[in-house]
């Protein structure tokens, strides 16, 4: 059985490419509830997986669409601009302006052609996997400038990475070599990611992306995979002169725990990974966990580790769920 409707694709930003006049346009996918409800569906924007580098907004967990369809929420799956041709900056720019424009009743309730009874506004819910769930993190803790962006309902962050602080997380600035993964379908564990196919896409002057499709025989696929390999993630998500501290989850929760916190909306905050995962290490949970505990943030933490699985297990496995996930998230609705 269908737990969501077909897709409805919308444009929800036109961004200047790098360099030159051309514009690049970005999309989201909405996907309604197909169980009838008697009031319209709060929105949850979902951010992908792909480091910043790779990844489109297709390639979303199974068990989100069958949660929006009993919880009644429009499942909002947009793209962005990937890196390193924007930087981590970018990213989050674009995570903002999929907000207001599915906040707005200008926005995503006009395409959607029934106003306020198509999509319910006054709450919403951000998640994202990942990078996803990094940029969730960032933004529904109110660590971007984003004065006029609401507070989430809930933040969602399903393994995500959480820093590049060289101190903190120095394995993101060190060769790694073998990969312990394979980098594509037809890797073997141990294989060296070739560089020659990846060059056109490490030009940060090149063509701005907004979709490409991991785990398949594409020329961009394998990008997260070399720049473990090689030690440079950190040089192709930020701008030169970027402070990675600027984006360090577990500082700026610390830091915002001694200094309190703004009135916010925000109910709930949790965190799940799999407990094998070798392509983010599971430490980057594990420390935004503890910080969050200790910080006196007036969130529910919830917290879900999956028993020896690895990367992208809740969107391989058609059947992987977190129901602890959606019994929380019921909760706060």
């Known amino acids: 059985m269908t ?25 989201l996918d909405v996907y309604l509830p197909i169980q009838k409800h008697q009031r319209p569906p709060k929105p949850l924007i979902w951010i992908h997986t ?26 909002i799956t947009p793209d962005y601009r990937l890196a390193p041709q924007v930087n981590i900056e970018g990213v989050l720019d674009d995570v903002k ?48 400038d984003s004065k006029d962006i609401p507070a989430p309902l809930a933040v969602i962050a399903i393994y ?15 060769p790694l070599k073998p990969l312990p ?13 070739p560089v020659e196919p990846l060059k056109p896409h490490m ?5 701005v992306l907004t979709e490409a499709p991991p785990l398949v025989l594409t020329s961009r696929a394998p990008l997260y995979s070399y720049a473990r390999q090689e030690g440079i993630y950190p040089d192709l998500i930020l701008a030169k002169g970027q402070n990675a501290e600027q984006y360090c989850l577990p500082t700026l929760i610390e830091r915002s725990g001694k200094t309190g916190t703004k009135d916010t909306n925000t109910k709930l ?20 966990i503890e910080a969050l505990k200790k910080a006196n943030l007036p969130y ?23 129901p602890e996930l959606w019994q929380k998230v019921e909760k706060v609705l």
């Not at 409707?5 to 346009?25: H, L, R, W």
């Not at 995503?108 to 996803?132: E, F, H, M, W």
Request: one cysteine or more; charged letters at 20%.
């Open 3 to 27: 737990s969501t409707s077909t897709p409805q694709t919308f444009i929800y930003k036109t961004a200047s490419q790098n360099n030159s006049g051309a514009k690049v346009e970005i999309p």
């Open 50 to 75: 792909g480091g910043f580098l790779q990844g489109t907004r297709k390639f979303l967990p199974p068990h989100f669409q069958r949660a929006c369809n009993r919880l009644n929420l429009a499942l």
């Open 97 to 144: 302006d999929c907000i207001r424009f599915t906040l707005s009743s200008e926005g995503l309730s006009a395409k959607l052609g029934g106003g306020k009874s198509s999509l319910d506004t006054s709450q919403y819910i951000l998640a994202g996997s990942s990078a996803g769930g990094w940029a969730s993190l960032l933004q529904g803790l109110g660590f971007t």
């Open 160 to 174: 995500p990475i959480t820093t590049i602080n060289k101190a903190r997380a120095p394995y993101y600035h060190m």
């Open 181 to 193: 993964w394979a980098y594509n379908l037809q890797a073997q564990i141990g294989d060296l990611v």
């Open 203 to 207: 030009d940060k002057d090149g063509e």
């Open 269 to 288: 905050v949790f965190v799940a990974y799999g407990d094998a995962d070798p392509m983010v290490e599971i430490h980057q949970s594990k420390e935004v």
């Open 300 to 322: 529910d933490i919830g917290t879900y580790v999956e028993p020896g699985k690895s990367h992208l297990w809740d969107i391989l496995d058609p059947e992987a769920d977190i």
